[in-house]
Each structure stands twice: as C-alpha cells, then as structure tokens.
C-alpha cells in the first residue's frame, strides 16, 4: 500500500513481558516518528529517525522503551518489561523531510497496546 | 503543562453551517501548525496547515486562521457535512534537535455534525 502500515493492529501482553511493534513507512521518507496516544489525550511525541540513526529521542519515557531503524525504512519499537502504564495507542508517522520548511508526517493506522 | 490546548471537547452543528474549531498555544518557537482529523481506530489524517508566516490557509471547504499575536488558530469549516464527524486535533512544531519536526498536539475536539 500507499501509506504507513503498523503491525499488529492490537496487542494484549501481561506486566512485565517485552513488546515488538513495527512500523513500514511511506516509500522514500526519511523521516520517521513514534508518537503515543493515552485515551482522552492528543499524541504525545517519542521518538524520531532521520534515516537510520535517532536523531531525538527525547519524548521517550524511561529506559524500558527502545527503538530501531536498521536500513533507514522499517523501524520497530521495543518495550520491555511492560507495564499497566504502558497502555496506549501507538502511532508511527512518516515524512520527506525535504529541507524546505517543514513536511507533513503522515500517520498509520496505530497499534493498540493493552498491558493486563 | 501543555503548550497547545483545545478547551472545547466537543461540538455539534447541524449539515450544511460552519463548524468552527480553536486552538491556543503557548510557545512562541512554533512555526508550523496543522490540523489532523481522527476516525475511531485509525490514525490521524493529515487536514490542512499553516506555517507561521501566513495568516490563512483555504483548501476546499476548509479554512485555517493563525492569529500570532493572539497565539491562537481556527479551523473553519465551510458548510459542514455529516462525513465530517470525527475528533480534530490541533498540532503544532518547532524546528528542534537534530532536525526533529516533532508534533505536539491538542487534546482534541470531538466535532459531530447532524444531518
């Protein structure tokens, strides 16, 4: 397909396993962000790729969390030891990152997390 | 302490009027801002944005104001349609580390719109 794509769509895991989540970007952006979205709550910003490196992860809560871009395009998050808190919608964004101005990220679908 | 705030959860407008949504921000390092709408399990789609130096932005039906000084953007939707019910989030971004154009949002207002 055309846009971002989040695999899985759900994931129900238990208090203290380790989580994978995955995001395939848009073909030809470069840029790439994590974003977390509590219930009633806007996304909140965790981490963004510029290529293969993390260039900011400053939005990234604590240790637990981790994320990977290898080949500058698929990129996966990592959570270990998960907790209740953790509990959240997911969401990966993609953009060109031209260099002029700035570019409109487009999101995926999102994967819903719940921590039993 | 949030930087972009959407005070109306909600609102409601019958088909066919202007739905008109606000947004306010507090840092002045902002440059760009854009609107996102939301449809219940899946991702925000991208809707129209503004960037610092313009005081509108008009594609189709919908309408984007930026007030600086005011620290204050709308989104005006024009007329309204019952497909346009969903929640519209306000985001806005500053250049910051590493060339990061990272999003920060609004909490979100749910628009529904009645035939």
């Known amino acids: 397909g055309a846009g971002v794509s989040q695999t899985p769509s759900n994931k129900v895991t238990e208090k203290g396993k380790y989580v994978e989540l995955r995001c395939d970007p848009i073909?030809?952006?470069?840029?790439l962000y994590w974003y977390r979205q509590s219930l009633g709550q806007g996304p909140e910003f965790l981490i963004y790729?510029?290529?293969?490196?993390?260039?900011?992860d400053s939005g990234l809560p604590n240790d637990r969390f981790f994320a990977v871009r290898p080949e500058g395009s698929v990129s996966t998050l990592k959570i270990q030891r998960t907790e209740r808190g953790d509990s959240a919608v997911y969401l990966c964004?993609?953009?060109?990152?031209?260099?002029?101005?700035?570019?409109?990220?487009?999101f995926g679908p999102g994967t819903r997390l719940t921590v039993l | 302490d949030q930087q972009v705030k959407q005070n109306s959860p909600s609102l409601s407008v019958q088909e066919g009027r202007i739905s008109i949504l606000n947004c306010d921000y507090t840092?002045?390092?902002?440059?760009?801002f854009l609107w996102y709408k939301k449809y219940p399990a899946e991702g925000p789609t991208f809707l129209i944005s503004i960037s610092s130096i313009k005081d509108k932005n008009e594609d189709g039906r919908f309408t984007v104001f930026l007030n600086k000084s005011a620290k204050h953007l709308s989104l005006h939707i024009v007329p309204s349609q019952p497909g346009d019910s969903a929640v519209y989030f306000c985001a806005a971004s500053a250049y910051s580390q590493g060339g990061s154009e990272k999003l920060v949002f609004g909490k979100g207002t749910k628009l529904t719109v009645n035939p």
């Open positions: 790729f510029q290529g293969t490196g993390a260039a900011d």
């Open positions: 840092n002045s390092m902002f440059d760009y």
């Open positions: 073909s030809g952006h470069t840029a």
């Open positions: 964004a993609s953009s060109k990152q031209t260099g002029w101005g700035t570019d409109t990220q487009y």
